[in-house]
């Protein structure tokens, strides 16, 4: 037996880049939870926006976020398939604070849309390793 025959597969370009992908991402996610700590510790807005002084959606949204990100990002860095729930969810939430109550979240379309199109990205190459692995 040689030692050829042992060796692992190597992974395809496509699973390469998934996993590329995948860790931009998570990089991404821990900036942003980063942001969210930043946030609720008072380091943003001079002090504004520190976590007793702020409403209290805000500060839900904020906890939620500065737990699921970095949780998230862990996930998708390790490439499992729990990681890519959280940051939906994550992403579901903020998303969803934005849009429904700009009053009180401010307005992000950029964020959403980034959010939305990271998303779109991760599921159609998650399709198409799907459709290439049963072939």
């Given at each position: 037996m040689s030692s050829e025959s042992s060796a692992a597969p190597?992974?395809?370009?496509?699973?390469?880049?998934?996993l590329v992908f995948k860790r931009c991402?998570?990089?991404f996610l821990f900036v942003m939870a980063l942001s969210s700590w930043a946030a609720l510790i008072?380091?943003?807005?001079?002090?504004?926006?520190?976590?007793?002084?702020?409403?209290?959606?805000?500060?839900?949204?904020?906890?939620?976020l500065a737990v699921l990100y970095p949780v998230a990002a862990a996930g998708?860095?390790?490439?499992v398939?729990?990681?890519?729930?959280?940051?939906?969810?994550?992403?579901?939430v903020q998303i969803f604070a934005h849009s429904a109550y700009p009053h009180i979240f401010g307005n992000a379309p950029g964020l959403s849309a980034l959010h939305i199109l990271l998303i779109g990205f991760y599921v159609?190459?998650?399709?198409?390793?799907?459709?290439?692995?049963?072939r």
């Open positions: 190597r992974p395809s370009f496509s699973q390469t880049a998934f991402v998570a990089v008072g380091l943003t807005e001079g002090g504004a926006g520190r976590f007793d002084l702020v409403h209290a959606d805000v500060r839900l949204v904020e906890a939620v998708l860095w390790f490439g398939g729990w990681g890519f729930v959280l940051w939906v969810l994550g992403a579901a159609s190459f998650w399709v198409y390793l799907a459709f290439i692995r049963r």
